[in-house]
Every structure is written in structure tokens, then in C-alpha cells.
T-cell receptor, first 113, second 115 residues
Framework: GEDVEQSLFLSVREGDSSVINCTYTDSSSTYLYWYKQEPGAGLQLLTYIFSNMDMKQDQRLTVLLNKKDKHLSLRIADTQTGDSAIYFC?????????????FGSGTQLTVLP | DAGVIQSPRHEVTEMGQEVTLRCKPISGHDYLFWYRQTMMRGLELLIYFNNNVPIDDSGMPEDRFSAKMPNASFSTLKIQPSEPRDSAVYFC?????????????FGPGTRLTVL
């Protein structure tokens, strides 16, 4: 298929870990991205991973990449209420003369107190 | 830098009216993107510009939509005539091509409601 796919909703308890999953289609994507959208705001780059890496850790965030299965995941440790947002997975695809981002549908993360 | 600036933040109009959305990218950025976000379709790329030149407008839904970038610091997205199904949040984003990873900076969006 053509889509970057994500589950639509995830709920976790404060203090637990959150894992958001994504499957993508373009095996030639050089970078894969996670963007965060807070209510009423635009998207912000949260983290990215280069395609020759399996894992990237940045404080509470861990990105895992399985190139064989075209599967990307974002783990948030010790999830806080401030982490409640929509998380978008994105891959680079050729569009016109350059590679641009194609976003998944977004996963709404709700953190319960 | 103030980031990507969009105006208006909210627009309510009646079907058939012309709507113009405005965007000021981050100074020095050479790419500008227009996206539309709806519950049904998620985030869709409408068009993007490189150095003020439209590169790919294949995402523009139909001829009622047009976009211009007369200079490096300003772009417009126009809908004429508007229809209720155009109701969405429209985002502008910009980036600087450094040849590495692709970070786009998004504006706060314009929430358009067509009655």
C-alpha cells in the first residue's frame, strides 16, 4: 500500500511507558521521523532516526527501527500528562523533484492520572 | 525568530465566498509547504515551493484551490469559491535544505469553517 499506518488511539497511566507503532512503505527512506502535535498547535519534530540505525535514545524517548519489516516505534518512558498529544510518524518520499515527508494518520496519546 | 506565522488563526465564511490564507515562513528557509488536516483524511500535503517556485501541486484538490509565493517571505493559499467540505485546519510549514534530515517547522494553523 501507499500509506504510512498508525493506530489511532492509545491510553496509558501516568508513570507507565507508552509505545506507539508505525509501519511505512518506502524502503529507500533515508530518515524516519516522529512529530508531536499538541492541541491547537502545529506539528513539532520530536525525534528522528537515520535508516542505518536500529535504535536511538534521547532522554525518555526510544526509537526502534526494523527495516526488514518497515516498522518504526516510539517508546516514551515514565509518561506524563504533558505527553498527551497526537504523535505522527513520517517517512521521506520523492514528491516532485525532492524528497518530502509523508505523514501517518497520527496516534492520539491520552495519559490518565 | 518568531517561527512560521499564519493568518488568520480562525476563519468562518459562507459557501461560495473567496478565502485567502497567509503564511510567513522562517527567514532564510528555502522550502514552503501547505498542508490540510481533517479527521477523515489526516494530514495531506497540498503544494510545496522551493525558492518561491511551485514544485509539486499534485495534492491540490481541485481548481478552486490556488497558491502563490511572490517572494521568499510570503505565501498565500486561496480557495475560490469555498465549499463546506473545505472546512479543515490548514498548516504552513517551512524548512532549510541542509542535505541531511528533513525538519519542517509548522505554523499554528488556520482553522477554516465554511458554512
Amino acid at each position: 500500500g501507499e500509506d504510512v499506518e498508525q493506530s489511532l488511539f492509545l491510553s496509558v497511566r501516568e508513570g507507565d511507558s507508552s509505545v506507539i507503532n508505525c509501519t511505512y512503505t518506502d524502503s529507500s527512506s533515508t530518515y524516519l521521523y516522529w512529530y508531536k502535535q499538541e492541541p491547537g498547535a502545529g506539528l513539532q519534530l520530536l525525534t528522528y532516526i537515520f535508516s542505518n540505525m536500529d535504535m536511538k535514545q534521547d532522554q525518555r524517548l526510544t526509537v526502534l527501527l526494523n527495516k526488514k519489516d518497515k516498522h518504526l516505534s516510539l517508546r516514551i518512558a515514565d509518561t506524563q500528562t504533558g505527553d498527551s498529544a497526537i504523535y505522527f510518524c513520517a517517512e521521506s518520499r520523492t514528491s516532485g523533484s525532492a524528497r518530502q515527508l509523508t505523514f501517518g494518520s497520527g496516534t492520539q496519546l491520552t495519559v490518565l492520572p | 525568530d518568531a517561527g512560521v506565522i499564519q493568518s488568520p488563526r480562525h476563519e468562518v465564511t459562507e459557501m461560495g465566498q473567496e478565502v485567502t490564507l497567509r503564511c510567513k515562513p522562517i527567514s532564510g528557509h528555502d522550502y514552503l509547504f501547505w498542508y490540510r488536516q481533517t479527521m477523515m483524511r489526516g494530514l495531506e500535503l497540498l503544494i510545496y515551493f522551493n525558492n518561491n517556485v511551485p514544485i509539486d501541486d499534485s495534492g491540490m484538490p481541485e481548481d478552486r484551490f490556488s497558491a502563490k509565493m511572490p517572494n521568499a517571505s510570503f505565501s498565500t493559499l486561496k480557495i475560490q469559491p469555498s465549499e463546506p467540505r473545505d472546512s479543515a485546519v490548514y498548516f504552513c510549514a517551512s524548512r532549510l535544505d541542509r542535505g541531511t534530515y528533513n525538519e519542517q517547522f509548522f505554523g499554528p494553523g488556520t482553522r477554516l469553517t465554511v458554512l
